[in-house]
Nanobody
Framework: QVQLVEFGGGSVQAGGSLRLSCTAS???????????MAWFRQVPGKEREGVAR????????DYADSVRGRFTISLDNAMNTVYLQMNGLKLEDTALYYC???????????????????WGQGTQVTVSS
């Protein structure tokens, strides 16, 4: 198993920036390779949606259309930490943000919740006008 812990949420005015981080810790006996990590977000009453994904081996990235050009996902392999730099925040970015990790084979449908066995507890991001 893998434990994920997110940091960096908070409140910011529209147009501002925040950086989220998520550190992965392997539980004893778990030796699988983590193939990709992602950020999702969810607001009450709506489905959890994929924000961005990074493939750990090659560093390739994918983004939701709603955040492309404003958000950047990156990975520090040495620290087992994935980051989400969020710039130009909008009111509609307000959500609970979750870190996710997967040891499943690489696939194109990165935004599907079902392919991520491991999840963090979430960190709240609130954007105000």
């Amino acid at each position: 198993q893998v434990q994920l812990v997110e940091f960096g949420g908070g409140s910011v005015q529209a147009g501002g920036s925040l950086r989220l981080s998520c550190t992965a810790s392997r539980m004893s006996g778990y030796t699988n390779r983590i193939n990709y990590m992602a950020w999702f977000r969810q607001v009450p009453g709506k489905e959890r949606e994929g924000v961005a994904r990074i493939v750990t081996g090659v560093g390739s990235t994918d983004y939701a259309d709603s955040v492309r050009g404003r958000f950047t996902i990156s990975l520090d392999n040495a620290m087992n930490t994935v980051y989400l730099q969020m710039n130009g925040l909008k009111l509609e970015d307000t959500a609970l943000y979750y870190c996710a990790a997967s040891d499943l084979p690489y696939g194109a449908a990165w935004y599907r919740r079902a392919i991520y066995p491991f999840w963090g507890q979430g960190t709240q991001v609130t954007v105000s006008s």
